[in-house]
């Protein structure tokens, strides 16, 4: 597919957005810029010679020579990841890395806000839902510096920078959830497949895609060139820990 769609289940559920050529070329090359004072952190997230965690497994980044524009990695991102139980994830009140992080977020406040603009479009009971866990989070007084910086109704971000992706589910939400996967670069032949629906994305630079992703599996493959994606969700055990209710889908548009 290379054109707009969105995918609707037999139910009448909203339950895939394809939206190709979303983010302008200035936007991207902003991601890739900003990616700097992280670069450490993402190096650093990568495991040697093991596929026990595949999401940092070295056999499916790129070779890491010098030349590349962004360091290879992958590491969460989130204001709150104390109140998940998520240890494996970078945490911006705590840890070695957080003056990088947390400049990192203030400087992705345009393409971490595209993605919220569209769940606000597409889902807006979701939208409504982040905002109130935001409003909340920020009630308790050591969490709101990091949740006034945060310009996301996502509760939660991953950095993929120069990895392939397999297939997997994310389990950390509901089905009636979206997860919003932003891919930026200049790379050609970008490939997002869902092998249960049969389809294979033109995942080409700027492209956002929206999907239930707590179902359905999907997978990216390196392309031609660099890229790095950014992936917004949210986690349903940081909803429940402020009790935000459960967003359902909507009138499909």
């Keep these: 597919a290379r054109r707009p769609f969105h995918l609707v289940t037999g139910a009448g559920e909203p339950i895939m957005w394809y939206l190709p050529d979303t983010v302008p070329a200035e936007t991207q090359t902003s991601v890739f ?32 020579t010098g030349g590349l524009r962004a360091a290879p990695g992958c590491i969460n991102v989130s204001p709150a990841w104390f109140a998940q139980g998520h240890n494996a994830s970078q945490n911006l009140r705590e840890g070695p890395s957080q003056a990088a992080l947390r400049e990192w977020v203030s400087a992705s406040a345009h393409p971490m806000a595209i993605p919220s603009a569209i769940l606000a479009i597409i889902h807006p009971d979701q939208y409504r839902q982040g905002l109130r866990c935001m409003r909340r989070l ?18 939660a971000m991953t950095v993929i ?24 670069g200049q790379y050609s032949r970008g490939l997002l497949s869902f092998p249960a629906l049969g389809i294979d994305l033109d995942y080409r630079p700027g492209t956002i895609v929206a999907f239930a992703g707590n179902v359905l599996r999907h997978g990216v493959p390196h392309p031609d060139g660099e890229r790095v994606c950014l992936a917004h969700y949210m986690r349903k055990n940081l909803h429940e820990y402020v009790h935000t209710g459960h967003a359902q889908w909507g009138v499909c548009l």
């Design 33 to 64: 810029r900003d990616l700097a004072p992280i670069a450490p952190a993402l190096r650093n997230s990568i495991v040697q010679g093991s596929l026990d965690d595949w999401r940092c497994s070295s056999y499916l980044f790129k070779e890491d």
């Design 138 to 155: 920020r009630r308790r007084t050591i969490l709101e510096p990091f949740v006034d910086s945060w310009a996301s109704a996502f509760n």
């Design 161 to 184: 920078s120069n990895r392939e992706t397999l297939y997997h589910r994310d389990g950390g939400g509901y089905f009636q959830w979206y997860d919003i996967l932003g891919t930026y």
